[in-house]
């Protein structure tokens, strides 16, 4: 009976931001689920202008329809979608960031015809299996899943923020704060058109606090603030060897391999550890007792990841997880050099090619650490270039690296006592009766540095969606739990008066 109780008991907290009445967030469930059908169905390949056009129009008809001023702000690119509600000089301003752009479409790797068409699939052991929307009753199954691409990276949390202004007008709920919206087409793609748009149109985005809704909550399904994002910026690395490949037997042993030239290379970056062993790689981090606290507080397991990823060890840059994310890390994120598998050939390649990431944190200078890395291929010996060498190069230089860089997404990192993060995670958890997760900044990137340097304002990531989601993959999904989730927290973030 006890237990009984105590789980009616974190229901009702759980649905304490809305009516006694479940059915009230479950008939809002289903209108969402409808928006999201309607809004997945228009691709959004952030490669193609086209579709970010056609999911504009789309965008300016829901947000005027909820009574938003809308605006599309021309940039040196693909324009930014803004919304606004009417402003009233004594409220604090709230700047949402989201994006409505996807990761491009490979349909063959889908589990279904078209990745732009939603299915509605269940559970089934370690898989899931397609059921019939007619299903979905008054008694919406929160289990269930709703398969597309986009469908939790961003269109399903744009669709969120919708159905919570919605339930908010319902309910004839006051919003004590000015609501503004922008969302990105190109998040995908970097946005590089962001940081000069932000400095042109610093007006119209002012604001006292911004929200990113993007990415997933915790593992643990508890409500989650994140306080930072890690930055990123890129290397392509290339050593050469003959002009053209040549005949292993003719030229092995003779001939130089950059593929052995390119290993010795990236194998002295790293010691055994996996600890980056350039110097001054890791300068300016310091972790003080109550930061290692909160970090600790994340309800991690780190024996749990390593079985999910099946490796036996993790590398020691931080003594865990968690701790590990406050470093910026180096990474082989591809590898090339001749032919493998099936078209495999007996020759000494002409070049080998490394694809490097480095994850920024705020202490890391993008610009800097490539700097570092650049520096370190020279004092091996290598007259490092910035272009495919020419014939008086290649004859002039005993060992030669062409090192290209990608451009520098800074990270971002709010302080830990920031009122405005106080604000979330109070809410949070008053609205669903769990311990809210802080995280002080995630291991992935999104592209709001520009919003804090030029707002000078403090910002938060809200992730609304599932963690085993499959963004940027095949088969990408939202739990319908988790649309539920995502309008409740939205409801009691807007219907909430700060301190």
Request: proline share 6%.
């Amino acid at each position: 009976m006890m237990k009984k109780l105590l789980c009616f008991f974190t229901l009702a907290l759980s649905f304490s931001a809305f009516s006694q009445d479940s059915t009230v967030i479950k008939s809002q469930v289903a209108h969402a689920i409808e928006e999201l059908k309607e809004f997945i169905a228009i691709p959004n390949d952030a490669l193609n202008p086209d579709d970010i056009d056609d999911n504009i129009l789309w965008l300016k008809r829901k947000f005027g329809d909820r009574g938003f001023n809308t605006a599309v702000l021309e940039t040196e690119n693909l324009p930014l979608f803004f919304a606004a509600l009417p402003m009233e000089d004594s409220k604090p301003t709230m700047l949402i960031y989201m994006h409505f752009d996807g990761q491009s479409v490979d349909a063959s790797k889908w589990d279904q015809p078209n990745p732009y068409e939603v299915v509605l699939k269940a559970p089934d052991g370690d898989d899931f299996k397609v059921v019939s929307f007619d299903e979905l009753d008054d008694d919406i199954n929160y289990n269930l899943r709703l398969f597309g691409r986009s469908t939790s990276d961003d269109k399903g949390p744009i669709v969120m923020f919708l159905n919570a202004i919605d339930l908010l007008k319902k309910d004839g709920k006051e919003i004590p704060f000015n609501i503004k919206v922008i969302l990105d087409g190109e998040e995908e793609k970097g946005s590089k058109p962001l940081p000069k748009a932000v400095k042109q149109y610093r007006e119209l985005l002012e604001s006292d606090f911004l929200v990113i809704a993007d990415g997933p909550i915790h593992a643990s399904g508890n409500p989650t603030v994140v306080y930072g994002c890690r930055g990123i910026t890129t290397l392509t690395l290339t050593t050469y060897g003959p002009i053209k490949p040549q005949h292993s037997g003719h030229y092995g042993n003779y001939a130089p391999n950059p593929g052995f030239q390119l290993a010795q290379l990236l194998a002295g970056m790293k010691d055994s550890e996996g600890k980056v062993t350039i110097p001054g790689y890791y300068d300016g981090i310091s972790l003080d007792d109550s930061i290692v606290e909160v970090l600790k507080s994340v309800p991690d397991s780190d024996m749990a990841i390593a079985e999910k990823l099946q490796f036996k060890s993790a590398e020691k840059v931080g003594g865990f997880y968690q701790e590990s994310l406050q470093y910026p890390s180096l990474n082989i994120r591809g590898l090339g050099s001749g032919w493998i598998g099936p078209k495999r050939r007996t020759i000494v390649p002409e070049s080998a090619t490394a694809e490097l990431d480095l994850r920024l944190v705020p202490e890391s200078d993008g610009n800097r650490l490539k700097k570092l890395v650049k520096d370190y291929i020279g004092k091996q010996g290598y007259h490092v270039l910035d272009h495919v060498p020419t014939k008086e190069e290649r004859m002039t230089y005993e060992k030669i690296a062409t090192v290209t860089e990608g451009s520098v997404t800074d990270a971002f990192r709010t302080s830990l006592d920031n009122p405005y993060g106080a604000f979330l995670i109070k809410t949070l958890q008053n609205a669903f009766g769990k311990e809210v997760v802080r995280i002080r900044i995630m291991g992935g990137t999104v592209p709001i540095a520009p919003f804090i340097n030029e707002l000078q304002i403090p910002a938060f990531v809200v992730p609304l969606v599932n963690p085993d989601n499959n963004q940027h993959s095949p088969n990408e999904n939202l739990k319908i739990g988790q649309l539920a989730y995502g309008i409740e927290a939205l409801y009691a973030i807007f219907s909430s008066k700060m301190d």
